[in-house]
């Protein structure tokens, strides 16, 4: 049985290392994520190699717009969320009682199946796959030495000792951004210290160069005002550059049209990119206008662009398509 490895120690307790939560675990305690435990001198990941969900599809399903569009990806899930206002409510955040709906999948499969069924990368989802560290680790060094394309949909809450054994690896992030408040993370998650997911953004992005796209569930009457909206936007623009899509889609049981309202006033904040979730938006290159990705009905077509240069005009596009990372632009110190 594997243990969790990112472990420190007090005088009398176990401290997980794997999520910003940072739990001290005394004798048989479960952590935040109720899929780690204190089990003797060690603590095991409860949900290590099993899976809640695997499916080849579009990488637009998973929220990705500028990330290999076109390509067909290989998803999986395992169990476990760090939220604890998801734990009720969202599927794949506890591990299910029943023991027959515990599947096992390990890593070398994953990128077997991903290989034989020519999917061109690997996309973690459905439950916060930053929780299944281990496994998720694992199996990312095996799908980047199998040429495969690696991308995770993630609230963004590993600690930064997680976030450095992955970076290597990891070349997409869809990062689920709940708000920016502290009353709109504690009512949407279960979090008060939030701004810890912004400062593990940046460094994905300027220490270890993965691609970023950004996505808000819109809560209706929680995360929807334009002081917070506003203040998304700015972070976004002043911290990576008005160019980062931003996916704006409405929350479960909230109201569509109001989320459309929102968007629209997105739309006037100064950034390239705001999308829906919507399945044929096209993305037009922020220059001119032309039409650089085409999507209908699931089926998507880039037609436009040139090495991430738009055909007519010649701006650049922020679009990853290439499975090297480029050289850092910019560092962010450790
Ligand atoms: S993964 Fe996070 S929530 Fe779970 S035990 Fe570790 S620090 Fe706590």
New binding site residues.
């Given amino acids: 049985m594997r243990v969790?490895e990112l472990v420190s120690r007090t005088e009398t307790a176990l401290r997980?290392?794997?999520?910003?939560?940072?739990?001290i675990?005394q004798a048989n305690e479960y952590?935040?994520?109720m899929?780690?435990k204190r089990e003797g001198d060690a603590?095991i990941p409860l949900s290590d190699g099993l899976i809640s969900a695997a499916t080849i599809g579009p990488i637009e399903d998973y929220g990705f717009r500028h990330f290999f569009p076109e390509a067909m990806v290989f998803a999986v899930g395992g169990w476990g969320s760090?939220f604890p206002a998801h734990h009720d409510h969202m599927h794949h955040a506890q591990l299910p009682d029943d023991p027959a709906k515990r599947r096992a999948l390990d890593a070398e499969r994953v990128v077997k199946f991903a290989q034989e069924r020519l999917a061109r990368g690997i996309i973690w989802s459905y439950n916060d796959p930053v929780?299944t560290?281990e496994s998720l680790l694992e199996t990312m060094r095996l799908a980047r030495a199998g040429s495969r394309i690696t991308g995770i949909v993630t609230g963004g809450f590993w600690?930064k000792a997680a976030l450095d054994q992955l970076g290597p690896y990891l070349d997409g992030i869809n990062l689920i951004l709940h708000g920016f408040s502290t009353s709109s993370y504690y009512k949407l998650t279960g979090i008060e210290e939030w701004r810890g997911i912004l400062a593990g953004a940046e460094r994905a992005v300027k220490h270890w160069n993965c691609h970023l796209e950004i996505t808000t569930p819109i809560a209706t009457g929680i995360n929807d005002s334009n002081t917070e909206i506003e203040a998304i936007a700015g972070w976004i623009k002043g911290t990576f550059g008005p160019h980062i899509p931003w996916r704006i889609i409405p929350a479960q049981d909230s109201d569509t049209n109001a989320t459309l309202g929102v968007r629209q006033h997105a739309q006037t904040l100064g950034l390239h990119f705001i999308y829906g979730s919507e399945a044929s938006e096209t993305t037009r290159c922020p220059g001119c206008g032309w039409a650089v990705v085409e999507r209908h009905t699931g089926q998507t077509r880039v037609v436009g662009i040139t090495d991430a240069h738009c055909d007519n005009c010649n701006a650049e596009v922020y679009l990853r398509t290439s499975l090297f990372k480029k050289r850092n632009a910019s560092k962010v110190h450790d």
């Fill in positions: 969790t997980c290392e794997v999520c910003q939560w940072r739990c675990l952590g935040r994520c899929v780690r603590i760090p929780i560290h600690s």
